[in-house]
């Protein structure tokens, strides 16, 4: 399994980025897949999940403000913040459970400036 996160940069606060997540390895439609952010100093905090045939979860910080997405053609998934603030500056993983297991990309870092 492998997590390639990218999109990742600085934007204001207000503003909107797009991450990327392309996944190999495994069949994409079929598990859990999403992000998580971690802050410097601060534990890693779910940002937003996604399952066939299900609704995606969003961490009580985000709702409303982001929005998952997958391409099952790409093998990827996204995930396009917008109305950013300065406390989701942080970095963020690509992530997905496969058959029990926890497989993590290497982060992208995302810095919104007030």
């Known amino acids: 399994v492998q997590l390639q996160a990218s999109g990742g940069g600085l934007a204001q606060t207000g503003g909107s980025l797009r991450l990327s997540c392309a996944a190999s390895?495994?069949?994409?439609?079929?598990?859990?897949i999403g992000w998580f952010r971690q802050a410097p100093g601060k534990e890693r905090d779910l940002v937003a999940t996604?399952?066939?045939?299900?609704?995606?979860n969003y961490g009580d910080s985000v709702s409303g403000r982001f929005t998952i997405f997958r391409d099952n053609a790409k093998n990827t998934v996204y995930l396009q913040m917008n109305s950013l603030k300065p406390e989701d500056t942080a970095v963020y993983y690509c992530?997905?459970?496969?058959?029990?297991?926890?497989?993590w990309g290497q982060g992208t870092l995302v810095t919104v400036s007030s």
């Open positions: 992530y997905a459970k496969v058959e029990g297991a926890a497989y």
């Open positions: 390895g495994f069949t994409f439609d079929d598990y859990h």
């Open positions: 996604l399952r066939s045939g299900r609704d995606a």
